[in-house]
């Protein structure tokens, strides 16, 4: 068994997931990265193949990562899909896409690891949610919302469930990240945005918190709204 805390990283090959999974290795994390396609990324991470909509991939990548490290201590679910539609544009299979990807693969991958979470003591889920978890921004983004508001309350209700045995779950929820998703629906300059790393930073720190210092949704803005 590995003797330093193990993290579970979905998305993990570019933006924010990338800069996740720097930020744990150089604070002395373990870490497994899921994508698609798995490729080399560097010495900091062992990749494992995840497709958010294989429902057999969560179990696999939670039962290679168990067989070569012993131990899970957290998960970090990045990965997600906008689709920029509005909710009358939207067809049922768009919704059905977004909640595969952004609600029941998260889900799924939590349910798998949930053993290995509890018997830790310390568990740790963190579920990158965006701020349209929180408020419905724009038309175009009411679809996306729809889809992350449920993510939040997918992360509470792990909250709740993992409580008395040790098993912590925070939303994080940023405005713009520069990443490839913000910039497909954005014209904002990139140093306007919320950076990578600096979001990065709260993860690994959120992660370092005590069973006693819990946070349950932290919103992230680079810029000024009356209510967030």
């Known amino acids: 068994m590995s003797a330093r805390r193990v ?29 698609r396609k798995p490729r080399p990324l560097s010495d900091v991470a062992q990749v494992q193949r995840y497709d958010a909509q294989d429902r057999t991939s969560e179990a696999a990548w939670v039962d290679a990562v168990v067989e070569r490290f012993g131990r899970i201590d957290a ?25 595969e990807v952004n609600v029941k693969s998260p889900l799924r991958l939590v349910r798998a690891a949930w053993p290995q979470l509890v018997a830790c003591g310390r568990g ?38 993992g409580w008395d045995e040790g098993v912590r779950a925070v939303a994080v929820c940023p405005g713009f990240v520069v990443s490839d998703m913000s910039a497909a629906v954005t014209d904002r300059p990139p140093d306007t945005m919320t950076q990578p790393d600096d979001l ?21 803005n680079s810029t000024l709204e009356e209510s967030l």
């Open 124 to 161: 740790r889920v963190v579920t990158i949610v965006s701020l349209s978890g929180l408020r419905v921004k724009t038309p175009r983004s009411g679809l996306y919302s729809v889809s992350k508001f449920a993510a939040l309350a997918l992360t509470h209700a792990v909250r709740q469930t």
């Open 200 to 220: 990065a930073r709260i993860v690994a720190f959120l992660l370092d918190l005590p069973n006693t210092a819990s946070i349950a949704t932290l919103p992230i």
């Open 7 to 35: 993290a579970l990283v979905s998305g993990g090959n570019r933006g924010i997931g990338a800069a996740v999974v720097q930020a744990l290795a150089g604070h002395g994390w373990d870490v497994s990265v899921g994508m």
């Open 75 to 99: 998960i970090v679910a990045n990965a997600g899909i906008m689709i920029p539609k509005t909710v009358i544009e939207a067809e049922d299979e768009d919704l059905d896409a977004l909640f």
